[in-house]
């Protein structure tokens, strides 16, 4: 029976066996073709390639993987496939498939071609932890999938080491992550003394009982909090954010802006979901478990992250750094999804992540392709380029259009599915905070633009032509921006598909 039982948890980890796998082909690898290192991003590619294959092989999968063999919860393991968990995944890989081809176009990286087979092994390092946070339903793996995340993003951070600024940001990076994972890491162990239990699943039937102590629980589910909410970028966690963002090479901000990010609210989204909620109804509502206010904390750190991402943006120069408070801007409309706790809240993250996905990261990429020609990221340095570059001129001013949540393009109906949410439970107040922080966040996107295009372009103002393939990599991200605003069924039935949490 056990072995029966380790068969099958063995058989829902593939994707995972396949990435670590593909880990230990690229470090040997690494070592066989130490002299000519030019195969290494495309093992690494077809080793995500043929993890994609095996998570999109589990849709319409559900089971707990490494369940325990006591009897009161055989029927809880450590991970839980589903749905949800496969829609976000998919998004990670998505995003992996992208900086890899980032990554070849980039001359951050290419200056540190002795050192390229590292760089994707912690690459796959970050890919494995996002994996297991997604899946995991134990507060012990949910810890050290955080963990190995983390680690291998503090080394990428400052891998490059061709600036000042990278090692700066490498050791912030460590240093606000190092407490946030002591703080999380209080709260597991108040919530084990408490229950005498990880298991989120077990958690969830125990604080339902009138012995809990209310105090002692909210303090460990902060603390919790403090750990997660500082992956997702929310405030008042997000001081590491700016400069990390800045700091690293132009391939990892990108990838920390969005698989990263995916994968803190997929942890965020289950483990409120999972140990909070006890009952949900016809109409996608959730019931939560009265041990803890979730709707007015997650309304609080909603609307403070927007409003101190946008106003925060408003003075920056550098694009990256505005882009990074962009992305703490974004993380909190994602939050406004969760705070309504219905499902309809829930379909709106699933689809906002799509379009975020594909409007950020050609945002990012447009920046690397411009930064490779002008060695800067500087606003100023913008002047007149819309010009002289019209296909990156154009494209990045659709997707800082889409990023603004304007109509005709996807950000439009990643943000009106959000207000629809709210909108339905009658949180008028808070959709018109949100509606606010949009006007705000115009300012910023529209003064790169201002510069772009209404600047004059001098002698000194380059004309970037993108090679083939990194024209086609940007018309891959923009063209699916403007389509997915006007057609948008597909997206709405893909999310639709994934709102499926096991257990409820």
């Given amino acids: 029976m056990e072995l029966n039982n380790l068969y099958q948890s063995i058989n829902l980890i593939l994707p995972e066996i396949v990435l670590s796998a593909s880990l230990v082909i690229l470090v040997l690898a690494d070592l066989i073709f130490h002299k000519d290192k030019r195969l290494i991003p495309y093992i690494a590619g077809i080793g995500i390639a043929i993890t994609g294959a095996f998570v999109i092989n589990q849709f319409g999968?559900?089971?707990?993987?490494?369940?325990?063999?006591?009897?009161?919860?055989?029927?809880?393991?450590?991970?839980a496939v589903d749905s949800f968990g496969v829609f976000f995944k998919l998004i990670v890989i998505a995003s992996s498939i992208l900086i890899i081809f980032f990554s070849l176009s980039s001359s951050e990286i290419r200056k540190i071609k002795d050192r390229v087979g590292e760089y994707y092994a912690l690459i796959f390092g970050m890919i494995l932890?996002?994996?297991?946070?997604?899946?995991?339903?134990?507060?012990?793996?949910?810890?050290?999938?955080?963990?190995?995340?983390?680690?291998s993003s503090y080394v990428l951070a400052g891998f490059t080491k061709l600036q000042d600024r990278n090692s700066e940001a490498a050791l912030k990076y460590l240093l606000y992550g190092a407490v946030s994972s002591g703080l999380m890491l209080f709260g597991i162990s108040l919530v084990y003394g408490l229950t005498g239990s990880t298991n989120l699943y077990v958690i969830n039937s125990l604080i339902q009982g009138p012995h809990v102590n209310l105090f002692t629980l909210s303090l460990a589910i902060i603390l919790i909090f403090a750990g997660i909410g500082y992956k997702i970028s929310s405030a008042p966690f997000h001081f590491w954010t700016p400069d990390v963002y800045e700091g690293a090479p132009i391939t990892i901000t990108a990838f920390l802006s969005v698989a990263s990010k995916s994968a803190g609210f997929a942890l965020l989204i289950r483990f409120i979901k999972t140990t909070f909620v006890s009952y949900i109804n016809d109409n996608g509502e959730w019931t939560l478990i009265n041990v803890f206010d979730w709707q007015s904390v997650l309304i609080a750190i909603s609307i403070l992250t927007m409003t101190l991402g946008n106003f925060s943006a408003l003075w920056q120069n550098n694009l990256k750094r505005m882009l990074a408070y962009s992305s703490i801007a974004h993380a909190g409309y994602l939050l406004l999804g969760l705070v309504v706790l219905t499902n309809q809240g829930l379909l709106a993250i699933l689809i906002y992540f799509i379009v975020y996905l594909l409007m950020n990261l050609g945002a990012f990429l447009v920046v690397m392709l411009i930064a490779n020609k002008i060695n800067s990221e500087d606003i100023d340095d913008y002047n007149g380029i819309g010009y002289t570059s019209p296909l990156l001129g154009v494209s990045l001013a659709i997707f800082l259009i889409s990023l603004t949540g304007l109509p005709p393009t996807a950000g439009f109906i990643g943000k009106l599915y959000l207000f629809v949410a709210l909108v339905d439970v009658k949180m008028i107040t808070v959709a018109v905070i949100a509606l606010l922080n949009s006007?705000?966040?115009?300012?910023?996107?529209?003064?790169?633009?201002?510069?772009?295009?209404?600047?004059?372009?001098?002698?000194?103002?380059?004309?970037?032509?993108?090679?083939?393939?990194?024209?086609?990599?940007?018309l891959v991200l923009v063209i699916p921006v403007l389509v997915f605003g006007i057609y948008f069924?597909?997206?709405?039935?893909?999310?639709?598909?994934?709102?499926?949490?096991?257990?409820?």
């Fill in 61 to 79: 999968i559900s089971g707990f993987g490494f369940q325990s063999t006591s009897q009161s919860i055989r029927n809880y393991g450590l991970i």
């Fill in 129 to 151: 932890g996002m994996f297991f946070m997604i899946s995991a339903t134990d507060l012990i793996l949910i810890y050290l999938s955080l963990e190995l995340l983390s680690l």
């Fill in 439 to 474: 006007v705000v966040s115009l300012y910023y996107y529209v003064r790169v633009l201002k510069h772009m295009y209404l600047s004059k372009a001098t002698d000194s103002t380059p004309s970037i032509i993108p090679t083939f393939g990194t024209g086609i990599l940007v």
């Fill in 489 to 504: 069924g597909p997206l709405v039935n893909l999310a639709k598909s994934c709102l499926v949490i096991i257990g409820f």
